[in-house]
């Protein structure tokens, strides 16, 4: 399908003890052989061979290890060459150029995976699950990644748009050809209770894969409350790290302060903030307003207070920070900072917030587990539950899946049943699960998805 050989250096470039670069192409191996001192031409599939690279008066360049796999058992269906070259900066470009000029391109960032997807060794998810791969962070990240590589989300989606395709054929024999009686003839009954199931499956799997996605990234906690409550103490107890300064002067963090913790497999991007109250100092201002922006921004709130303040019903002193968090649809811990200050424990806590209450001291510690364990059970997340790889794409995809489904489902409820219409929503909801593993997509948008990825891969 591509007439070219394409090569490219597949390892990062920085200097280390080896790099890579990487050929395909039908004239992969023949271009090696212009630069390689052992015959590598007749070369069987998935070996390796030690050798010297060699410029064009026959002097060596350095020292190398090359692996041939033939194709088509390799990861573009193309025959693929690897050199294993040293890992300096200047040798790895030096090679690389020499392979330029026995005849390669240059690969375009995302280019062996492309013709992966093209030749039909993955789709499209698993061509994304790759990148996701190279990117992840955290440990959810790359099993979520490594999930898609081996093609959960095409399994996930298959059973579904089969069903969508049955149910169209069926359909369309319908109407086209009453007169066949051994087609059943689908009536409203039969097709309002399976497009509501659908329904369910879609919503099922996007709130699998919202959380997905909020996992690939890490769950952004935001630590927000009224000065001196203990913020920045709770952060740096979370962290056990003295990252943001503490001080019993209200009023000392200004600007956010950021870091991340890991707990299990999950991955918190924990962001504390100005104390928020009303001030007249400039700088305090700017603060306050970037603890708002942040707001709007979080996966999950840690709403702080002083538990003396809570225990003396001190509501004023709070109301500034709760007016800032009022609304929003996320979910909201309640900490209860410096239980280590009061003596009798406190009768009830349940009336102070809609969410949950956490007593804790950032001095002694007590409570941090308990938090700990509070915040990944907000994030929706549990060990044992699948969870998929998730992309912007693949949620808008879903989201217009869901949209089709119930304007079909509409076609449905009225006097008079409107099938065709009903099929044409079905085949639009069968067209966007398909271009989510890549079936159905136009040239613009495989563009754009492996125009992200890194050159090499
Ligand atoms: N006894 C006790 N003191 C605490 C606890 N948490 C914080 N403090 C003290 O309370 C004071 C304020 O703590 P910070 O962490 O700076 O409070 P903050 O909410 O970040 O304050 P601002 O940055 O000014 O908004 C410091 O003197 C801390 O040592 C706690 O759990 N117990
Ligand atoms: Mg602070």
New binding site residues.
Partial sequence: MFENTIAAISTSLQDGAISIIRLSGDQAIEITQKIFDRNIMNAKSHTIHYGFIIDQDKNPVDEVLISIFRAPKTYTREDIVEINCHGGTFITRKILSMVLSAGADLAKPGEFTQRAFYHGRIDLSQAEAVQDMIEASNNTAATMAIHGIKGSVKKLLQPLIDDLMDIIAQIEVNIDYPEYEDVEQLTTNDLLPKTNDWLEKIDHILSRVQTGQMLKKGIDTI?V?????????????LLEEDK???????????DLVEGQIHIGSVQLNLI?????RKSNDKIEQIGIERTKQEISKADVILE?R?IRDQQNKNKDSMQTALKMIKGKDVPIITVL?????ISTPLPNTKDVSRGTIIE?????G?GMQELKSELLKLAGFSENQSIYMARERHIHNLLNVKESLKRAASYLNSTSPQLELFAEELRGASDELGEITGKISSDDLLGKIFSGFCIGK
């Fill in positions: 630590i409350g009224k000065p001196n409550v203990g913020k920045s103490s709770l952060l740096n107890a943001a300064i503490v001080t019993d002067i209200a009023g000392t963090t200004r504390d903030t100005a104390g928020i702080i002083d900072n410096k239980v280590d200050l804790t001291s950032a001095v002694t007590k």
